[in-house]
C-alpha cells in the first residue's frame, strides 16, 4: 500500500539528444498534472544541469499550449551525467547531493526525467536516493530497455525513409552505388526500419557483423543482373577505422572494389530535427499524461512504458544500463532476407 499522499509540485527535464516529441512529451505530463491533478509545474532547464544548479521556470498550461507540434524541446537538453562523480580538476563534484538539495528546497514531490537510457539509469540513482522519480524513454535510437517504442523513432524512420527514397532517383539517373549512413552506434532499429522501408538493397547493422567481401559480391551480382544501382543503409556503428566515417569506408571500399561510381551521404543531425510524426505525437502524449497519473498515484521509481500498444510502467532498477538491440533472429531480417535484401553476413 502506498502511502503517498497529494503531490503538489513537480518538475520536468529532458536530457540527453533531443529527440521529435519532447515538447509533446512535456504538454502530456504538465497539461494532465495541472488540469487534471491541480498540480504545480517547474520545467528544469538543460537536463539535470537544471536541477543542479536550481535553473527552471515554471510551466503554467499556457505555455504548453501550441507546443505539440514543435521540434526540439522548449526545456533544453544536455548530456551532463551527475554520477560521473569525479571532474574535470579531480575532485568529487558533488552533484547529486546538489540535486538533492534543489528537490527538497524547491519544495518537490516528484521529478519527471524524459530521456534515454544514460537518463533512466540517473533517474534510478536519483530513485535510489529516496526522491520520487518517473522517468519516461525517448529516442531515435529506439533502444531503450523495458519497452517496445520509444518515441522520436517513428519521426526519424520517416526523415531517413525519405532521403533513402530521394537517393534511389539519383542513383538510377547515375548508375551508382549510393550508400547512406543513418544514426545509431548501438542499435540498428533506425537502419533496419529506414533501410527496409526505403527499398535498399543492402543494410548494414551493428547486431549483425558483416563481410565487405559479401557486400561486394552482392553489388556485382546486381549489375550482372541488369539492376544498374544499388543503395546500400549503414548505420553510423558498424564497425569501420576510427578515422573515417562509416559511410565513406564503406564506399571507398566498394568503388576500388567493383569500379562502379560510388557516393556517401551522411544523414546526421537531420534525422533528429522538425516536427514529429502524428504516431510519435500520439505515444509522446500517452507517455506524458500516464507519467502524471503514476505521480498522482505514488508509483514512482518507475519507467512508463508500451507493452503490445498498452501503457504500463517498469522499475528503473530493471531499464538502467541495458541496451534494446536488434535480435538478429527478428522476423523482419528474415523476411527481408527471403526478400532479397543482403545484411552482408550471409551470400
Ligand atoms: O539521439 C541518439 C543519437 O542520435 C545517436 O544515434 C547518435 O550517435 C548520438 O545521438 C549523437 O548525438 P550527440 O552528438 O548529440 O551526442
Redesign the pocket.
Known amino acids: 500500500m502506498n502511502t503517498f499522499a497529494k503531490p503538489k509540485r513537480i518538475g520536468i527535464l529532458t536530457a ?2 533531443d ?1 521529435p516529441g519532447l515538447n509533446a512529451a512535456i504538454r502530456g505530463v504538465g497539461k494532465t498534472a495541472i488540469v487534471e491533478f491541480g498540480m504545480q509545474v517547474l520545467g528544469f532547464n538543460a537536463g539535470f544541469s537544471g536541477l543542479i544548479n536550481g535553473d527552471f521556470i515554471e510551466l503554467k498550461a499556457s505555455q504548453l499550449s501550441g507546443i505539440l507540434t514543435l521540434g526540439g524541446t522548449i526545456l533544453g537538453t544536455s ?1 551532463e551525467k551527475p554520477y560521473k562523480l569525479v571532474a574535470e580538476d579531480g575532485k568529487e563534484n558533488h552533484k547529486p547531493e546538489k540535486i538533492i538539495e534543489n528537490y527538497h528546497h524547491l519544495g518537490l514531490d516528484a521529478v519527471v526525467c524524459i530521456g ?1 537510457n544514460g537518463t533512466m539509469k540517473t533517474a534510478h540513482l536519483l530513485s535510489q536516493e529516496g526522491l520520487n522519480i518517473i522517468g519516461i524513454p525517448k ?3 529506439n533502444d531503450v530497455w523495458g519497452t517496445d517504442v520509444t518515441f522520436g523513432f517513428d519521426s526519424a524512420v520517416q526523415i531517413a525513409t525519405d532521403a533513402i527514397d530521394r537517393l534511389h532517383t539519383t542513383a538510377n539517373s547515375h548508375q551508382r552505388v549510393m550508400i547512406i549512413e543513418i ?3 548501438n542499435a540498428g532499429w533506425l537502419a533496419l526500419y529506414s533501410g527496409i522501408a526505403g527499398g535498399g538493397d543492402i543494410i548494414l547493422i551493428p547486431e549483425l557483423p558483416y563481410n565487405l567481401d559479401v557486400v561486394i559480391r552482392n553489388i556485382e551480382k546486381r549489375y550482372e543482373d541488369k539492376k544498374p544501382y544499388s543503395i546500400v543503409v549503414v548505420a ?1 556503428g558498424i564497425e569501420h577505422p576510427k578515422n573515417q566515417s562509416a559511410a565513406n569506408y564503406v564506399a571507398k571500399t566498394i568503388e576500388a572494389a567493383t569500379g562502379v561510381e560510388t557516393r556517401e551521404t551522411v544523414l546526421g543531425y537531420i ?2 530535427g522538425g516536427s514529429p510524426t502524428p504516431m510519435d505525437r500520439i505515444l509522446a502524449t500517452r507517455y506524458g499524461a500516464f507519467a502524471a497519473q503514476c505521480i498522482a498515484d505514488g508509483n514512482f521509481g518507475t519507467m512508463v512504458a508500451i507493452h503490445k500498444n498498452e501503457v504500463t510502467t517498469v522499475p528503473l532498477e530493471e531499464v538502467g544500463g541495458k541496451l534494446r538491440l536488434v535480435e538478429p533472429s527478428l522476423g523482419l531480417i528474415q523476411k527481408a532476407r527471403n526478400m532479397g535484401v543482403s545484411f552482408g553476413d550471409e551470400e
Open positions: 540527453g539528444g529527440c548530456r534515454g529516442t531515435i535510437d544514426m545509431g552506434h553510423e534525422q533528429r
